[in-house]
């Protein structure tokens, strides 16, 4: 059975950083492409980070420069560094495997 557990969120005040974990059971974790999507109230679930299990990685454009998505496979985690938060990335981060998993999701408020 597999499980995605997220750790990390919790509220910050615009321009701070949090750092997102995704700890991955019951799959081949070395072998699975990772990726963190994120919704907002109101708004569509969208892809944020993706990460290959090479090691390449993508971003979507609203975070490209601000996020950095990384991988040990060691650990079977995934993790997300956020830095230079903004208001409008205030939503629910959820960890993605393959395509075809996911977390319960963790709360990410960014607010003065």
């Known amino acids: 059975q597999v499980h995605l557990v997220e750790s990390g969120g919790g509220l910050v005040q615009p321009g701070g950083s949090l750092r997102l974990s995704c700890a991955a059971s019951?799959?081949?974790?070395?072998?699975?492409?990772m990726n963190w999507y994120r919704q907002a109230p109101g708004k569509e679930r969208e892809l944020v980070a993706t990460i290959r299990s090479g090691g390449g990685t993508n971003y979507a454009t609203s975070v490209k420069g601000r996020f950095t998505i990384s991988r040990d496979n060691a650990k079977n985690t995934v993790y997300l560094q956020m830095d230079s938060l903004k208001p409008e990335d205030t939503a629910v981060y959820y960890c993605n495997a393959g395509l075809t998993f996911w977390g319960q999701g963790t709360q990410v408020t960014v607010s003065s």
């Open positions: 019951g799959i081949i974790f070395s072998i699975s492409g």
